[in-house]
Every structure is written in structure tokens, then in C-alpha cells.
């Protein structure tokens, strides 16, 4: 065989298996990835759903205080119970004087 395709067949096998290793080696790791990942999902799923229980309950708070507010302010509470007597009426400052 010739010199030059010896060569040229050396380089090209060590091409390929270059390629194929770093192939197997990302895949290696994304199966490893893919199994960590998965025994972490129910650790993750009850922090999440521990996290959006406490949401839900500040939320439901103040919910109830903004409504009691509310409610507070229309019922009338805030004004007096005592009956005022109405103001004097008298001129009008925007109306024209009479000539």
C-alpha cells in the first residue's frame, strides 16, 4: 500500500473515533443528566407545591383584609353618627353680582 494512503486512512480513522468519542461522551452525560434529574423531580414537585401553598395563603390574606377594608369604607362607618345641620346658603362666589 502507499505511503500517502496509509496516512490518509491513519487520519481518517483517527477523525472518526475523535467524532464518535465526544458523541458517546455527550451522550454519557445527558443520560447521567437525565437520571439525577429525574430522582430530583419529586424533591423539586413538594418544594413547589410547598411554595405555592404559602402564595396561596398570603394571597387569601390579604384578600380578606382588602375586602374588610372595603366593606369597611362603603358600609359608612367612617362618618359620624350624629346628624350635622346643613350650611347657611348665601351668595355664590362664582355667581354675578347684582348691578
Request: cysteine-free; overall charge positive.
Amino acid at each position: 500500500m502507499d505511503r500517502g494512503i496509509a496516512i490518509a486512512m491513519a487520519l481518517l480513522g483517527m477523525a472518526v473515533g475523535f467524532v464518535t468519542g465526544r458523541a458517546y461522551q455527550a451522550a454519557h452525560r445527558a443520560h447521567r443528566d437525565w437520571k439525577n434529574t429525574k430522582e430530583s423531580v419529586p424533591l423539586l414537585f413538594r418544594a413547589f407545591l410547598g411554595l405555592l401553598g404559602s402564595a396561596a395563603g398570603w394571597i387569601l390574606i390579604v384578600g380578606v383584609a382588602a375586602a374588610v377594608l372595603i366593606a369597611w369604607s362603603v358600609s359608612g362607618l367612617t362618618e359620624s353618627a350624629t346628624p350635622r345641620p346643613a350650611g347657611t346658603v348665601g351668595p355664590s362666589s362664582v355667581a354675578p353680582s347684582p348691578p
